[in-house]
């Protein structure tokens, strides 16, 4: 199970948003994943193995943790961040199993 | 770049299968660096992944939903499909496609690169 935190998060641009995701279990940092997800939209892979950017993703954002704890930071947060955030994590089994989501607004 | 795109009815009857497609552009499901995965999401809540399938047609499935989906490939059509029967009005959602990476020489798998747009699927009575 992934817990992300907070619920929401409003924030000014030029602000750093710090989002957790808290595993039940200790996990393998290889297969911790973060995703932008914008209303109407498919999600978007940002981070891949905890602190990969996906391609096109701007050095901005950056993943970090380890076992049970990890996080996503937006550095200098700008509008059109708004969006929902998602941690995913992969094991054989069960597969893959997401986070509840993180919703960031600006203020 | 791969695209992908899914297809299949936007309406399906309380009790009957819900069946979609998703075809993949811009290279090949026949690959090993790749599983290829449906993903769910009922309107306003989060993502629920429902199961992945390989090229050689070996599929796991979300335990919870085990009994009734089934997942196939087609290799020649560079296809892969969902069958979920028995649908209930829990099972209306926007199902995606995507790819999903599987590949030992780099850092790090189970992450979903390529999505399609989504489609919106409602179960009526």
């Known amino acids: 199970v992934l817990t992300q935190s907070p619920g929401t998060l409003s924030l000014s641009p030029g602000d750093t948003a710090t989002l957790s995701c808290r595993a039940s279990?200790?996990?393998?940092?290889?297969?911790l994943v973060w995703y932008q997800q914008k209303p109407g939209r498919a999600p978007r892979l940002l981070i891949y193995a905890t602190f990969n950017r996906a391609t096109g993703i701007p050095d901005r954002f950056s993943g970090s943790g380890s076992e049970t704890d990890f996080f996503l930071t937006i550095t200098g947060v700008e509008s059109q961040d708004s969006a929902v955030y998602y941690c995913q994590h992969y094991d054989n089994s069960p597969g893959l199993t997401f986070g509840g989501g993180t919703k960031v607004e600006m203020k | 770049q791969l695209h992908l795109q899914e297809s299949g009815p936007g309406r399906v009857r309380l009790s009957e299968t819900l069946s979609l497609t998703c075809t993949v552009s811009?290279?090949?499901?026949?690959?090993?660096?790749?599983?290829w995965a449906w993903i769910r999401q009922p309107p306003g809540k989060g993502l629920q992944w429902i199961g992945s399938v390989f090229y050689n047609g070996k599929a796991y499935i979300n335990p919870s939903l085990e009994s009734r989906v089934t997942i196939s490939i087609d290799t020649s059509k560079n296809q892969f499909s969902l069958r979920l029967t028995f649908v209930t009005a829990a099972d209306t959602a926007t199902y995606y496609c995507?790819?999903?990476?599987?590949?030992?020489?780099?850092?790090?798998?189970?992450?979903?690169?390529?999505w399609g747009q989504g489609a919106l699927v409602t179960v009526s009575s």
């Open positions: 995507a790819n999903q990476w599987d590949d030992m020489d780099r850092d790090g798998d189970g992450d979903l690169e390529f």
């Open positions: 279990h200790s996990v393998d940092r290889k297969y």
């Open positions: 811009g290279g090949s499901v026949d690959t090993l660096s790749h599983y």
